[in-house]
């Protein structure tokens, strides 16, 4: 744990110290897998590495439960994200490692809810709400997954009952964000980015991501547009705002 966590401060320092000589200001970094299994979405080239593929045959090495050696490597990873001066971000909830493909190509489901309970979600419920080590450590990012009996006409990351399976269920009351919303085709073959970052923002983001370079005008247009017609209410657009400045070290919550 304690080399994990080492090397991920190392790296960390590193970004921190590049963000100063480019005059960029680097504050997350969103490469926090904690999905579990072995499904399909692994083998995609596009995905790289994903962090917790190690807890399999690092059970097997260690002779230790899978859940555990996730958990470990998980919380050291947070702890080395801190110690290099970085906010890191647990990804995709709620579970992308049983999923069908890979949602950068477009719409991909996972196993039901229950399932992922049992199994995806664990990660979530040892780690993140109140007492558990990450609570306040980490933010949570959304993927765009279809899951039968949570979601129905739109994925995850922009459908409000995912964000409530966070909040209520796990407790969790930190920085929520989306993933990709502009060029990922699980998302872009239905909407385009104005209307996804207004509906991500509606469900309940605190953060709408979005990589793809765009003028910025249009979406902030929508996203004033729904907090003047209710969609978004003034108590949750002053909730998001208090976590991504917390989130970023530039205040606490009270």
């Not at 963000?19 to 970094?29: A, E, G």
């Not at 990709?180 to 469900?203: N, S, V």
């Not at 729904?226 to 909730?239: H, K, P, V």
């Amino acid at each position: 744990v304690s080399t994990s966590c080492g090397l991920r401060a190392s790296r960390h320092r590193r970004i921190r110290a590049l963000s100063s000589t480019t005059r960029t200001v680097v504050f997350t970094d969103l490469a926090g897998y904690t999905d579990t299994g072995t499904g399909r979405v692994y083998d995609s080239p596009s995905l790289g590495l994903h962090d917790t593929q190690v807890g399999a045959p690092l059970s097997e090495a260690l002779g230790l439960p899978v859940r555990l050696v996730n958990d470990v490597n998980a919380a050291a990873w947070a702890e080395g994200q801190q110690a290099g001066g970085v906010f890191g971000v647990l990804k995709h909830f709620p579970g992308h490692g049983h999923s069908s493909g890979d949602s950068h190509k477009g719409s991909v489901s996972t196993p039901p809810l229950d399932r992922l309970r049992a199994g995806d979600l664990r990660p979530y419920a040892d780690l993140v709400g109140p007492g558990k080590p990450l609570d306040g450590r980490v933010g949570v990012m959304l993927g765009h997954l279809d899951v039968p009996g949570l979601t129905t006409d739109v994925p995850t990351s922009i459908a409000p009952a995912a964000y409530r399976l966070l909040r209520e269920d796990y407790r969790f009351d930190g920085l929520a964000m989306t993933d990709d919303l502009g060029a990922m085709k699980a998302i872009t073959d239905r909407f385009g980015l104005a209307e996804a970052t207004t509906r991500a923002l509606t469900a309940g983001a605190d953060m709408a991501l979005f990589s793809n370079v765009t003028p910025v005008a249009p979406l902030l247009d929508a996203a004033e547009k729904a907090l003047a017609e209710g969609r978004i209410t003034a108590q949750a657009n002053d909730t998001a705002v208090a976590r991504v400045l917390a989130a970023k070290g530039l205040c606490s919550r009270g």
